[in-house]
């Protein structure tokens, strides 16, 4: 379809957006979305400050909110601003993923673009242009090159969120040691402090809101701090030192983006950013097949084997060619080894310079293990482990992807175990610089592996990464990321993932996209033989109701023989999906997922909930009308409890279903329930 320019008119300058502008403001430009249903309102107060705010069907989601920008070495912008122009414009088509949860996107939006000029004697020019969807809006600075700014050296970004109403807000801490790794919060919008994004909003009237950023490129990740009442503010990663971001000649941010739906499904549903990010920059990515893997790991996480080389080593030939035949055995495509490369023997953590990642051990014989694997159908996933030694990690990308390459890698997994602040980057002066995860120069680090991977045709699955922010529909082969507490806390005592952990997880981190999160721990046991908060049915739940299309099979062989009705529905269940329907759900309580898989008629559904147990009915309008369905159900006992020797029961059975039927489900204390649908012929 392509797009299209319209006229601008000042229609319909709502009552709301008007009075939402305070006194001495006047508004300069609005516009709304195709739909009508979200509005932004921009106006200039006396001081010349500029301000935007957004309604949704009539009601104020943000009041007058500033914009602006502190600079190390210039006076700030925010004062004596003159609107010298405004242009609007519609958008609308629908792209295809090449993978992912949906198949078919629609990308349609209307277009404001405020330009904007300062009255002093710097005049500096800049333009805020708008992307107003049906669920949402976007917003992004844009400075044309110009004299006057020829090198923008940016301390702090003053963008304001200022929400129209107190609510309850999820979000995790921003700036503390552990990086992206906290739980979710659950505190009154009022009670923010310093928050990593996306923040998911429950307003006061209901309305739900994820507040993040779109299309993260050569700038700092955006975390966001409270400043007074329900006002948040911008408050970029830092780097190595000061300013934040560098910039030279023309430049723009990210987008700052707000997804607003009446429900928590409704935010989930919305596809706005992936929509503002660039289209597909690599081309034919089939090299790029979803599937399950599976790892010489969890024994590691757990303690039982090392990393590094001595009695304990896990990646030896002889560990490695038995899980190729577990992973042959329930057609699980690719296995993950960790510890196979020269540079983990001695304290690594935070410390990955000695990591050689063309230079196997002695006892992991890559070429005979990838020919192995090659006659089993399994393919091995490649492990960089950083250290936190970014800069050791680029000096060796080339033979380090060219060792996966010519072993037939599709994917490497990335690590940066280091502490916030203490990445790794030398310029070639000697001198080292301590770098944040989320700082300008890991963001532009992070791309240069994707990129780098991508000439070798490897996917990349970040760990201690920068969160996600849609790049993947730029760059397919960025095919998932950790970025959140994933399955590995529960392998240790004291660390464990609460039983609501998922059901925050849904609505607040996946937002950013996939996630290894690796699910599939049915022993439910970590180190120590300490139990995980989860029921046996649970872990099944998470195939479906966390997204990757890299999905691991995180238990051991030997855990797994112990339960083969329920590998059953590991092997069955796909990672590929045509369509994904949030049929319910609240967040931190409870959340139900249906997927349809791609390239086939059948569908799966997951459901996890909380530490208390419920009830939950839905339709099952979404089948295809007129077809039977062979549900194979997986569901906790009756008996079935997180916190008892009974985590393990579960009820496996069969039913007919059909779109016209009701479903009716209870789920046990830490619980879930996965459904396989299958349609008949
Ligand atoms: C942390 C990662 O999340 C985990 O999956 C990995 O095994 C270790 N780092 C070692 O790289
Ligand atoms: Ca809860």
Do not use: C
């Amino acid at each position: 379809m392509g797009s299209k320019k319209i006229k601008y008119s000042v229609i319909a300058l709502g009552g709301a957006l008007l009075a939402a502008a305070s006194a001495n403001a006047r508004p300069v430009a609005q516009a709304s979305s195709p739909d009508g249903a979200v509005s932004v309102a921009v106006t200039i107060d006396g001081d010349g400050r500029a301000a935007y705010s957004v309604t949704r069907k009539g009601k104020p989601i943000l009041a007058p909110s500033r914009l602006g920008f502190l600079f190390t070495d210039a006076v700030k912008i925010d004062r004596r601003l003159n609107v010298t122009g405004q242009e609007v414009r519609d958008f609308d088509e629908t792209w295809t993923q090449p993978w992912g949860e949906w198949q078919s996107i629609r990308n349609r939006y209307r277009e404001l673009k405020v330009h904007l000029k300062e009255s002093t004697a710097l005049a500096r020019v800049f333009t805020v242009t708008f992307r107003l969807y049906e669920d949402g809006v976007g917003f992004r600075y844009e400075f044309p090159e110009q004299p006057q700014m020829a090198n923008s050296n940016i301390a702090e970004e003053l963008t304001e969120f200022a929400f129209a109403s107190d609510g309850i807000a999820w979000w995790k801490p921003a700036f503390l040691w552990n990086r992206e790794e906290y739980l979710y919060n659950k505190t009154p919008l009022s009670a923010v402090a310093n928050a990593d994004t996306p923040v998911t909003i429950k307003m006061a009237d209901g309305t739900h809101v994820a507040l993040h950023e779109a299309a993260l490129v050569d700038y700092s990740g955006m975390a966001v701090a409270r400043t007074e009442g329900n006002t948040l503010r911008a408050a970029l990663h830092p780097g190595a030192g000061e300013p934040k971001v560098q910039k030279k000649g023309a430049w723009s941010t990210p987008w700052r983006t707000l997804i607003i739906a009446d429900d928590p499904a409704g935010i989930y549903h919305s596809h706005l950013m992936l929509n503002l990010n660039e289209p597909n920059k690599l081309g034919d990515v089939s090299y790029i097949k979803p599937g399950k893997f599976a790892g010489v790991w969890w024994n590691m996480i757990k303690g039982e084997w090392s990393w590094a080389r001595g009695p304990k080593h896990g990646a030896t030939n002889a560990n490695v060619k038995r899980y190729i035949d577990f992973a042959s055995e329930n057609k699980i495509p690719h296995l993950l080894v960790e510890g196979w490369n020269v540079g983990w023997d001695g304290d690594w953590f935070g410390n990955g310079y000695d990591m050689d990642f063309a230079q196997p051990t002695e006892d992991f014989d890559a070429d005979m293990l990838v020919a192995y694997g090659k006659k089993k159908g399994v393919r091995l996933v490649g492990h960089h482990e950083t250290g936190g030694a970014a800069t050791h990690y680029e000096k060796q990308f080339d033979k380090a992807f060219k060792f996966a390459a010519d072993r037939d890698y599709m994917v490497v997994k990335t690590g940066y175990v280091t502490d916030a602040a203490q990445m790794e980057r030398q310029d070639g002066d000697g001198k080292t610089l301590r770098e944040w995860h989320q700082g300008q120069w890991m963001v532009n680090h992070q791309l240069r592996v994707i990129e780098k991977a991508a000439e070798y045709k490897i996917g990349i699955d970040s760990h201690e990464p920068v969160k996600g922010t849609g790049l993947h529909r730029t760059y397919p082969n960025w095919v998932a990321r950790e970025g959140m507490r994933g399955m590995e806390y529960n392998a240790w005592v004291g660390a464990k993932n609460p039983p609501e952990h998922e059901a925050n997880v849904v609505f607040t981190r996946m937002l950013e996209g996939p996630m290894d999160f690796t699910p599939g721990v049915l022993s439910l046991k970590g180190s120590e033989d300490s139990d995980i908060l989860s029921t046996i049915a649970k872990q099944l739940a998470l195939y479906v109701v966390i997204y990757s299309p890299v999905q691991m099979v995180a238990d051991t062989p030997e855990n797994y023989a112990k339960y083969p009705k329920e590998m059953k529905f590991i092997r069955d269940v796909p990672t590929d999906w045509q369509d994904t329907r949030v049929l319910n759900g609240e967040i931190g309580d409870f959340v139900t997922i249906a997927r349809k898989e791609r390239g086939g008629n059948n569908w799966y559904i997951g459901a996890v909930g909380d530490e208390e147990a419920r009830e939950i009915s839905f339709k099952l309008d979404f089948l295809t009308p007129g077809k039977s369905y062979k549900a194979e159900i997986y569901r906790d006992g009756d008996d079935a409890d997180y916190r008892t020797e009974k985590r393990h029961s579960i009820v496996i059975e069969s039913k007919t279903l059909s779109s016209t039927d009701d479903l009716n489900m209870r789920i046990a204390p830490g619980g879930g329930f996965a459904i396989r649908l299958v349609e008949s012929k």
